[in-house]
């Protein structure tokens, strides 16, 4: 029997079984390969299964070295099966997503990353690896009582602070870990402020315009004043262990669209203190409202890319006003003035490490002296967001393994992680 994982699939009840005979596979770009020992990890706490409906699980049959789509039940042939996916846990980046064989007509996948899992040794393994140590978001570290008592007191001392209100809300009803955290003191806490963005991203999480697609978020619909939002992070950041706050979340469009009042707010923040961090997680369209709020104290910002290159850029943010070098400005004002800058790079398998996209990065990382990748998965249908960018394979992809590997030997100064790291050392 072989020591490696061995493919899961579900019934139509949706209850998970084991397949012994085929081993887990994985996909890349669609190609289905077998998994490697380094690719896969025991699924970590905070991951969740999906069943993938109208798509049917494959496996790789070691005897013939050959890919099996599982069409019906193993064990009860008249019974129909569906494929399954990991969405892992965060710190955790994909190495291959789930592998499958998609029926006619089959319907979008919601806005999730689906990753290839499998079993071995009476466990679920998933094909990831974790790439930051940070635990902020580790599932074990939220204690959802205290939670839920401080973010109701805090809701209720702060009662006419609309932000306030909206936080306690993703806290408690989305279980924002960014809200969460907020409401436990520490770490990195959330300022959502924009309603409006200048992208219409394929897969937008908080405003959605494809009719099979639903947002997973409902956006902000007001934008706090200065004061409501410095009433939150201030005695954040003179409080919190590991002290962040960040503008750009989820639930929100593009903060700077609201520059104006988040110059404000960060002035007013560094009038309370000096302690702390301020990051802004951005589609970085507007470089000059970027130079505003560098020179207004803003310590760090972390720009969201589905790719280095224009093309596929373009047709996943479908930008209103803006340009790829737009983007590349903003970066280049941040490092000028010594400021971090982080890429909020979103992975897929077989897109990420294909040959032309890791040469882009590679450019990209030398002309403008970038500080830290967080290798996010990207939550999207795969086999929609590859059609929708008409993207072609070049050659044999390079493997997201190798390529963390890559970039850990050949731009050792470029920090890989998850999460944006507190800069302020003065506080720790
Ligand atoms: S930049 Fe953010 S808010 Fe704007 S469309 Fe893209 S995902 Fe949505």
Same mark, same amino acid.
């Given at each position: ?78 019974? !129909? ?7 892992? @846990?965060?710190? %955790?980046? =994909?190495?291959?997503?789930? $592998? ?91 300022l959502?402020t924009s ?28 934008? !706090?004043?200065a004061?409501?939002i410095?009433?939150? @992070?201030?005695? %954040?950041? =003179?409080?919190?262990?590991? $002290?962040?706050v960040s503008f750009g ?5 593009e903060p700077l669209l609201q520059a104006k009042t988040l110059q404000q707010a960060i002035v007013l923040m560094r ?7 301020i990051n802004l997680n951005t589609?970085a369209s507007l470089p000059r409202a970027v130079e505003k709020l560098r020179r207004a104290g803003l310590d760090s910002m972390r720009v ?26 903003s970066?280049?004002i941040m490092?000028?003035s010594?400021g971090f800058v ?87």
């Amino acid at each position: 029997m072989s020591s490696r994982p061995v493919l899961v699939y579900a019934d139509a009840k949706g209850n998970i079984f084991d397949f012994p005979e085929l081993e887990m596979a994985g996909s890349s770009a669609g190609r289905w390969h077998r998994v490697s020992p380094r690719d896969w990890i025991p699924l970590p706490e905070g991951s969740e299964l999906f069943l993938l409906p109208e798509r049917l699980p494959v496996g790789y049959h070691s005897r013939s070295k050959t890919f099996r789509v599982l069409s019906h039940d193993p064990y009860e042939s008249a019974k !129909p099966v569906q494929a399954v996916a990991a969405f892992a @846990a965060p710190a %955790h980046t =994909q190495t291959y997503c789930a $592998a499958y064989q998609k029926l006619p007509g089959a319907k979008l996948l919601p806005l999730f990353a689906y990753t290839a899992v499998g079993w071995q040794r009476d466990r679920f393994v998933v094909a990831a690896r974790r790439v930051d140590p940070d635990e902020r978001q580790d599932f074990r570290h939220f204690d959802l009582a205290r939670i839920d008592k401080n973010a109701r007191r805090r809701m209720a001392q702060q009662s006419t602070n609309r932000l306030m209100q909206h936080l306690g809300k993703c806290a408690l009803t989305y279980g924002c870990p960014a809200a969460r955290n907020l409401f436990l003191d520490r770490w990195e806490a959330p300022l959502p402020t924009s309603p409006d963005c200048n992208a219409r991203c394929l897969g937008c999480i908080s405003r959605q315009d494809h009719p099979g697609l639903c947002a997973t978020q409902d956006r902000i619909t007001f934008v !706090p004043t200065a004061e409501e939002i410095v009433a939150i @992070a201030g005695p %954040h950041l =003179q409080n919190a262990p590991g $002290a962040l706050v960040s503008f750009g979340q989820g639930c929100e469009g593009e903060p700077l669209l609201q520059a104006k009042t988040l110059q404000q707010a960060i002035v007013l923040m560094r009038e309370t203190t000096r302690r702390g961090t301020i990051n802004l997680n951005t589609n970085a369209s507007l470089p000059r409202a970027v130079e505003k709020l560098r020179r207004a104290g803003l310590d760090s910002m972390r720009v969201s890319l589905n790719s280095c290159q224009p093309q596929f850029y373009g047709a996943y943010y479908r930008p209103r006003g803006y340009t790829f070098d737009d983007v590349m400005q903003s970066v280049r004002i941040m490092k000028a003035s010594a400021g971090f800058v982080s890429l909020n790079y979103f992975v897929l398998p077989g897109f990420t490490d294909d040959l032309e996209e890791w040469n882009s990065l590679r450019r990209l990382i030398d002309a403008t002296g970038i500080d830290l990748i967080q290798l996010r998965n990207l939550n999207i249908d795969p086999e929609w967001y590859l059609s929708s960018l008409d993207f072609r394979p070049h050659g044999k992809p390079i493997g997201i393994s190798r390529l963390i590997e890559k970039l850990r030997t050949e731009f050792p100064r470029v920090r890989l992680g998850y999460f944006n790291p507190p800069l302020n050392s003065a506080e720790h």
